[in-house]
């Protein structure tokens, strides 16, 4: 019998609708237009790789090869990309020898927040590609332990390969580095109330990188999607927390503006963890914000939430999400 063609969704020209409806009431009506307008493509933005360069070597070459870029104000070391394509920067030598790395720029604000100290004992549970895990390496200096694990096979691989280029995974005095292909749960129960500090940047519906016009980045969004990822997320933010020593930190980040996916995530943590959590008021000078939502869907959420970051998306930063956690001894 012949086999029935599975029928291939035919995906919307335009931003769902329900999807506009639901950012008006997340970003307010005065700011609705505004935000709207930055459902666009980015421009290219990268940071220098500490562990293979420095910024003077990197601006040196920069100028070598005419590329010219703006400093990001509030992260030393991280540029946007003014006169050329992607491209021509993707191809040049500093890029294919791991000099930079180029991330979005709200990408770069978790591990900022988490501030991994060299020597401290570091697990990014849901790390691949790696442009976190690598930042943090940056940070910590190649000193102490980090644990850099992905559930998904395709994904680890290119961790493994950026981790090699980036030079995280060169062995180093005082350095213990380590990639793992587990679900987070399994992993988590390995290393009970362990790490000093975990990064928890989970799966979820990427709404911070529609495009508008650009049906892919879209066309599969569905409140159904959203509501299917709140319990992986809810799963991954349980675990992250097992494994967190008492006094130690956990970073939970997204790039959605779902506040199912968001503030609703970290309520329920701190309805579930009680007077076991302090949320640490996050801010980053520089960087424009909006306020979290702290009523959805006739829920009113934990008054702590409102110390969470929501960043507001403009036509250079996506509109990430960061909440920061401290577990109490
Ligand atoms: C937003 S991405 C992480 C991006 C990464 N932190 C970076 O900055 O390059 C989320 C990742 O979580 C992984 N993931 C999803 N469910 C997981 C689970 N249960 N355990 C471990 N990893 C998981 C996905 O494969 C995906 O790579």
């Known amino acids: 019998m012949a086999k029935k063609k599975k029928k291939k969704k035919v995906l919307g020209k335009n931003l ?22 930055t459902f666009v493509d980015k421009p290219t933005t990268f940071r220098v ?10 601006q040196r070459l920069l100028a070598e090869k005419g590329f010219k870029v703006k400093q990001v104000p509030w992260l030393k070391g991280a540029y946007i990309l003014q006169n050329r394509s992607k491209r021509e920067l993707t191809t040049a030598d500093f890029y294919l020898e791991g000099k930079i790395y180029v991330q979005s720029l709200a990408s770069m604000v978790p591990p900022l927040v988490l501030d991994p100290q060299p020597g401290e004992k570091v697990l990014d549970l849901t790390a691949a590609p790696g442009s976190k895990t690598s930042q943090m390496a940056g940070m910590m200096q190649k000193k102490g332990e980090l ?9 680890f691989f290119r961790l493994k390969a950026n981790m090699e280029l980036l030079g995280v995974d060169i062995p180093a005095d005082d350095w213990e580095f380590s990639l793992r292909m587990e679900d987070g749960s399994a992993l988590a129960q390995e290393y009970p109330e362990y790490f000093d500090k975990v990064l928890l940047d989970v799966p979820c519906s990427g709404e911070a990188r529609f495009i ?13 999607k959203i509501k299917n990822l709140e319990y992986r997320q809810h799963k991954i933010l349980m675990a992250g927390w097992s ?54 869907r006739e829920r009113d959420l934990h008054p702590d939430v409102a110390k969470t ?13 960061t909440a920061k956690i401290q577990k109490l001894a």
């Open 147 to 155: 644990v850099a694990n992905d559930l998904n096979k395709v994904r």
């Open 49 to 58: 790789n500490t562990l293979k360069s420095s910024i003077e070597e990197v």
């Open 16 to 37: 769902p609708e329900k999807f506009l409806e639901r950012t008006e009431i997340i970003v307010g009506k005065s700011k609705f237009e505004m935000v709207r307008k």
């Open 309 to 321: 970051l929501r960043i507001l998306p403009t036509m250079e930063v996506e509109g990430f999400y």
């Open 212 to 224: 508008e016009g650009y049906p892919k980045s879209y066309g599969y969004w569905s409140e159904k």
């Open 243 to 296: 494994a967190l020593a008492p006094g130690g930190y956990l970073v939970y980040s997204t790039c959605t503006m779902a506040p199912e996916e968001n503030e609703m995530r970290i309520s329920k943590l701190l309805e579930r963890v009680g007077e076991h959590a302090k949320v640490v008021e996050v801010k980053v000078s520089g960087l424009k914000t909006l306020s979290p939502i702290m009523h959805w």
